[in-house]
């Protein structure tokens, strides 16, 4: 049984000279009781020795963590590796972890301090284009394997956690159709007012039509419902996966022999290629919708007129083109949230910090994609 703190015996120790020097160490070692000894240790009583044979706590009646470090601390001023007398596996397990702590602050790397300088400011735009230069040849890596495994599930079938596949359509897919549908309602509300302002200089104010029809069919709507989904179901993913990866579960399907790329990673990717495109569809209706509501009440537009025009001047190949996008979209929203997931460390500071990356590498892969889609289809001629 402990004593209370103040009647515990004082540590103190005792420092035998001679040709097999010893350091006795008597009472409690414990931090309530630290402040005394850990000043006369400070004061480095045997600073010229040489070494040190042994280290006595046959004598030690108590023992924590600051102890251990303050004793460690003291044998590594001295030097030597001394034989243990009188320890108990519990006095053996706290030097040693004391050792093990102190090993790890002397191999830290050292804190870079971040000049302000020119050349400080080429050194870290050098660091960071190094960085961006990996993560993409990362996610390249990520993305053949995740073709591989989708390639097994087709060749059988059995592999697949359709389950699993269709709980993540419900919840990334069916659950966002009302954020997504009222969103889009209100962005398309927008395309119209702005398109009303500026038209109505010029007498045009019927070009509202051809000017939402072209916009949200061609980027908007795709573009949109993307970003939308990355916000919300993209860190849902990246949380998941980490979480997962904290409480080692992912460790304990590889131990059963399971593979986390067909249960963790191919269930999202294909739900997000199928769930994307069908939220794209809502989203442009309901940014449509939002359009013709604008030129109905405010512009007195009917809405017969509104479809007819839209359907004579809008190219049902600017849906297509659309609609084109979804599916790759929602392919690099899935990946980077599971890459970024199965990256988490074992500490909440790596969850959080991989949630944010997640997050914002999907909104950048978002707008790389959409201007690539453009440059495309722009050299196409469509």
């Excluded at 004593?3 to 350091?23: E, H, I, M, Q």
Aim: net charge negative; with cysteine; hydrophobic share 50%.
């Amino acid at each position: 049984m402990s004593k209370p703190s103040d009647l515990l015996t004082a540590p103190t120790f005792d420092y035998v000279d001679g040709a097999a020097p010893r350091l006795v160490l008597r009472g409690n070692w414990v931090i309530t009781a630290l402040a005394d000894v850990d000043r006369e240790l400070r004061g480095n009583p045997f600073s010229a020795a040489t070494g040190l044979a042994e280290l006595d706590v046959s004598e030690v009646e108590g023992l924590d963590t600051a102890g251990a470090y303050l004793i460690d601390r003291t044998l590594r001023e001295i030097g030597g590796e001394p034989a243990l007398k009188g320890a108990t596996s519990e006095v053996q397990s706290l030097l040693l972890q004391a050792r093990s702590l102190a090993t790890q602050e002397e191999n830290a790397p050292p804190v870079i301090e971040e000049g302000h300088g020119f050349v400080d400011l080429l050194e870290r735009t050098g660091r960071n284009a190094e960085h961006m230069w990996q993560e993409a040849l990362e996610s390249l890596s990520f993305l053949g394997a995740t073709l591989v495994a989708l390639s097994t599930i087709v060749w059988r079938p059995a592999k697949m956690r359709w389950t699993a596949l269709v709980s993540v359509m419900e919840e990334a897919g069916l659950d966002a159709v009302p954020i997504i549908a009222f969103l889009s309602f209100f962005v398309g509300m927008v395309v119209a007012f702005i398109g009303a302002t500026t038209l109505a200089q010029f007498g045009a104010t019927i070009f509202v039509v051809e000017l939402v029809g072209f916009g949200v069919l061609r980027e908007l709507g795709g573009v949109l419902v993307a970003i939308i989904i990355a916000g919300r179901t993209n860190s849902a993913f990246t949380a998941q996966i980490g979480a997962m990866k904290m409480r080692q579960e992912i460790d304990a399907m590889q131990t059963l022999g399971l593979d986390p790329m067909h249960v963790i990673v191919a269930p999202r990717v294909l739900a997000m290629m199928v769930m994307v495109p069908v939220l794209t569809f809502i989203g442009m209706l309901t940014a449509i919708a939002g359009g013709m509501s604008v030129g109905w009440l405010i512009l007195d537009i009917n809405p017969t007129v509104f479809f007819n025009r839209l359907q004579e001047n809008v190219p049902i190949d600017q849906f297509w083109i659309g609609m084109s996008k979804a599916p790759v979209f929602g392919l690099a929203i899935a990946l980077i949230g599971c890459r970024q997931g199965l990256e988490v460390g074992g500490s909440v500071q790596s969850l959080g910090h991989h949630t944010t990356k997640s997050v914002v590498q999907a909104l950048f892969a978002i707008i790389v994609i959409d201007a690539c889609f453009a440059l495309f289809y722009q050299e196409m001629g469509i």
